[in-house]
């Protein structure tokens, strides 16, 4: 069978738990966001895990939104950061692969969980690829964020907050490799922090591979055994992390934890993973599943 590389039909939104609107990939197989909340995702995971309503009082603050998608995580992080300080002078970069999917969140019902302003960020970011307002500058670059990466390293961009949001890795494995983690982490101010709704043992063990310290973005309320995180939080000063829990730690030991790699960052999604498979195969260390057992984990 040929494989999909082109999405055949048009975005259609889907319902989340929340009330905001998601798409579904064909190509990669996969929802954009959780379930159980698109937008509450966004403020979650993304702005609030990397601190941006403390972080509002600067007068400056730079962002890099990895997989832009429909924009959510650039639109929580400017309601967030305004909300607070509406004279904070934000720079965005967002790198998405696919210029459809912003152009068809931009038009309702998707669009109007946002505010009016936002709103109109958004239009301007989907339709050309940049947005200039007295307090915003905003562009997206269009292609494989492994290229697209490169224009921000020449730049010596540094970011106070990314957004890390691919498809999960066994979908979109080129974007959760130790070598690309390298180049994003380039693109990290000293004081920054990444956040990602991952909390893989194999993408946590490429943050660390690419230099970068690690932390939990705890789970809020009443967790079954497998909820035991919503997702990471990578910084290069540790101290100011949430610090796995013994169970994440060892999740770090086990064969799970074998990083995806992609030495010329431009491999497909298949050798990545084969790659990654053969290491698996060829380690000694604990099996996941044996980990389960020993924490419990349904
Ligand atoms: C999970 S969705 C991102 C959701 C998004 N952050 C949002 O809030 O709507 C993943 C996105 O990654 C994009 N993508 C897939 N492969 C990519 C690549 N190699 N480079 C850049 N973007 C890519 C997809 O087109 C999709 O929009």
């Given at each position: 069978?040929?494989?999909?590389?082109?999405?055949?039909?048009?975005?259609?939104?889907?319902?989340?738990?929340?009330?905001?609107?998601?798409?579904?990939?064909?190509?990669?197989?996969?929802?954009?966001?959780?379930?159980?909340?698109?937008?509450?995702?966004?403020?979650?995971?993304?702005?609030?895990?990397?601190?941006?309503?403390s972080?509002?009082?600067?007068?400056?603050?730079?962002?890099?939104?990895?997989?832009?998608?429909?924009?959510?995580?650039?639109?929580?992080?400017?309601?967030?950061?305004?909300?607070?300080?509406?004279?904070?002078?934000?720079?965005?970069?967002?790198?998405?692969?696919?210029?459809?999917?912003?152009?068809?969140?931009?038009?309702?019902?998707?669009?109007?969980?946002?505010?009016?302003?936002?709103?109109?960020?958004?239009?301007?970011?989907?339709?050309?690829?940049?947005?200039?307002?007295p307090?915003?500058?905003?562009?997206?670059?269009?292609g494989?964020?492994?290229?697209?990466?490169?224009?921000?390293?020449?730049?010596?961009f540094?970011?106070?907050?990314?957004?890390f949001?691919?498809?999960?890795?066994?979908?979109?494995?080129?974007?959760?490799?130790?070598?690309?983690?390298?180049?994003?982490?380039?693109?990290?101010?000293?004081?920054?922090?990444?956040?990602?709704?991952?909390?893989?043992?194999?993408?946590?063990?490429?943050?660390?591979?690419?230099?970068?310290?690690?932390?939990?973005?705890?789970?809020?309320?009443?967790?079954?055994?497998?909820?035991?995180?919503?997702?990471?939080?990578?910084?290069?000063?540790?101290?100011?992390?949430?610090?796995?829990?013994?169970?994440?730690q060892e999740?770090?030991?086990t064969?799970?934890?074998?990083?995806?790699?992609?030495?010329?960052?431009?491999?497909?999604?298949?050798?990545?993973?084969?790659?990654?498979?053969?290491?698996?195969?060829a380690?000694?260390?604990?099996?996941?599943?044996?980990?389960?057992?020993?924490?419990?984990?349904?």
């Amino acid at each position: 069978m040929t494989p999909l590389t082109q999405q055949s039909i048009a975005w259609i939104p889907r319902l989340t738990e929340d009330g905001s609107f998601t798409f579904f990939s064909e190509v990669f197989n996969e929802t954009f966001h959780s379930r159980q909340g698109a937008k509450q995702e966004a403020f979650l995971k993304f702005a609030q895990a990397t601190d941006l309503e403390s972080r509002s009082q600067q007068s400056h603050l730079r962002l890099l939104d990895v997989c832009y998608g429909l924009g959510y995580n650039t639109a929580a992080a400017i309601e967030t950061i305004w909300a607070t300080n509406p004279d904070c002078q934000i720079e965005i970069y967002g790198l998405e692969l696919d210029e459809t999917v912003p152009r068809a969140a931009i038009a309702p019902p998707v669009l109007e969980i946002w505010t009016p302003k936002v709103q109109e960020i958004l239009q301007a970011i989907a339709q050309h690829q940049v947005c200039k307002l007295p307090h915003l500058n905003a562009k997206l670059l269009i292609g494989d964020a492994r290229q697209t990466i490169q224009h921000l390293t020449d730049l010596d961009f540094q970011a106070d907050a990314i957004f890390f949001d691919p498809f999960s890795p066994r979908r979109c494995p080129q974007l959760w490799t130790v070598e690309f983690f390298r180049q994003v982490a380039k693109c990290l101010a000293p004081e920054g922090k990444l956040a990602t709704y991952s909390r893989s043992a194999a993408v946590r063990s490429a943050l660390l591979a690419a230099g970068l310290n690690i932390g939990t973005i705890p789970m809020a309320g009443v967790q079954r055994s497998h909820e035991w995180s919503q997702g990471t939080v990578a910084a290069f000063d540790a101290g100011r992390l949430h610090p796995l829990a013994q169970m994440e730690q060892e999740h770090l030991q086990t064969r799970a934890a074998i990083a995806y790699r992609d030495p010329d960052l431009s491999d497909t999604a298949a050798t990545i993973l084969t790659r990654h498979q053969q290491e698996q195969q060829a380690c000694t260390q604990e099996s996941t599943s044996s980990w389960r057992r020993r924490w419990g984990i349904d």
